[in-house]
Each structure stands twice: as C-alpha cells, then as structure tokens.
C-alpha cells in the first residue's frame, strides 16, 4: 500500500518566480493538506483540499494556492517567489469522508529559493 | 493559538522514561501526536478524540484531559529509534492541525 508521496524532492528556484508541488494521497484518502515547515519549526497550515475544493485556509498570502484533482491528488502553486518561502513542504493525507482524522505525511519537498 | 509543549528538550539514557506535556490556552477537541526524524517527514503516533481518553502503542501511550486542555505523552523504557522532534498538534476542527513548537528527545546509549 503507497504512502503519500510529493514530488519533486528538491527544487531551486529564484526569487520572482513561481513553483507547482505534487502530491498523490495515501491510498484510500479523499483529504490533502499542505503545510509549510521552516527549519527548527513545526510544520504550519497552509490550506486543505476535500472533494476539489479549498476547505480551511491557514494565515498565508493568496500568492499561495492549490488543486485537488478527481483522484485526490493535489497541487500547491506559489507564485512571486520570496527568499522567506525556503522551506520544507509537506503534503499530508487523511479520510475524513470516512471519519477518520489523523493525517498521514510524505516525505516532503524542500523548497530553496535564491 | 499554536499549543504550548514542555520541556523544550530532553537527554535520555537508553531505558529511561520520559513524559512530554501539551496545553492549550483555547479549547481542544483533539490531540495529535506526531514524531519526527531529522530530515524525515513527522510521523503519526495517535490520536486523543476525547476527554479522559488514553491510548498507547507499544511503551509509548498518551492521555487527554479535556477540561485541562492538556496532554502528555508518556515514553517508557526508551529506545534509541524513539530519538526525534515530538509535536503536539490541536485539532479545533479536525481539519486544520496547529503544531507545537516540538520537544527534541535524545536518547543515548
């Protein structure tokens, strides 16, 4: 049974510009959540995805914005790239359509933006 | 309101227990714990939905005091793979996880 897997690992980019993250759900998950983790910090809310649409929306700029497709895999879009957006993100699964909360993460893509 | 975890760190001795406090200032509906490895993704231990409830997996267990708007996470007899980053996370809504700022557990040989 595949975990949640994100894709890509790694990623350079340059200030100004704009990135798309990936992210496949555990199987069996309708749920995807993305969090942003700056190093030495715990991972903070980005925003949620159930049934393609945007449920809950943590403190980030609408620079920040994403997709759930029919197959609940989902994107995170990040555009006018900040120095300060060099993080680990991370994309994090879970059934709330079958009542079950507790959220499964992958193994992250580090963001480095120069 | 991000949760408030206790002691920001710990060293252990192989063997030894530990016990890692959560509390919240708003009401908690749920607790989460997660582990996680240096430059690995968290990991989920559990989850506390309601209060009083306790539960455990191998020597490490957790309870929930609902009204207290606390948690604690009990390791017993530590092993050197529970080494990590433990966070704690509120649940207001079981949809958006709010993380504490992580206890660094080390456990030596």
């Known amino acids: 049974d595949a975990g949640v897997t994100q894709s890509p690992t790694h990623l350079i980019k340059t200030r100004g510009q704009q990135v798309t993250l990936r992210c496949s759900p555990k199987?069996?998950?309708?749920?995807v959540s993305w969090y942003q983790q700056a190093l030495g910090q715990g991972p903070q809310f980005i925003f949620q995805y159930y049934e393609e649409e945007e449920r809950q929306r943590g403190n980030f700029p609408d620079r920040f914005s994403g997709h759930q497709f029919p197959n609940y895999s989902s994107e995170l879009n990040v555009n006018a790239l900040l120095l300060g957006d060099s993080a680990l993100y991370l994309c994090a699964s879970s059934d709330v359509g079958g009542g079950a909360y507790e959220q499964y993460f992958g193994p992250g893509t580090r963001l480095t933006v120069t | 309101q991000q949760p408030v975890q206790s002691p920001q760190a710990v060293i252990l001795r192989e063997g030894e227990d530990a016990v890692i406090n959560c509390s919240s200032s708003k009401a908690l509906y749920s607790v989460h714990w997660y582990r996680q490895k240096h430059g690995e993704a968290p990991v989920f231990l559990m989850i506390?939905?309601?209060?009083?409830e306790q539960k455990g997996h191998d020597k490490i267990s957790a309870s929930f005091n609902e009204k207290k708007q606390q948690s604690s996470l009990y390791l017993t007899a530590s092993q050197l793979s529970y080494s990590g980053t433990y966070f704690c996370?509120?649940?207001?809504?079981?949809?958006?996880?709010?993380f504490g700022k992580g206890t660094l557990l080390t456990v030596n040989p």
């Open positions: 506390l939905l309601k209060g009083g």
């Open positions: 199987s069996g998950h309708d749920t």
């Open positions: 996370t509120s649940g207001g809504s079981n949809y958006k996880l709010t």
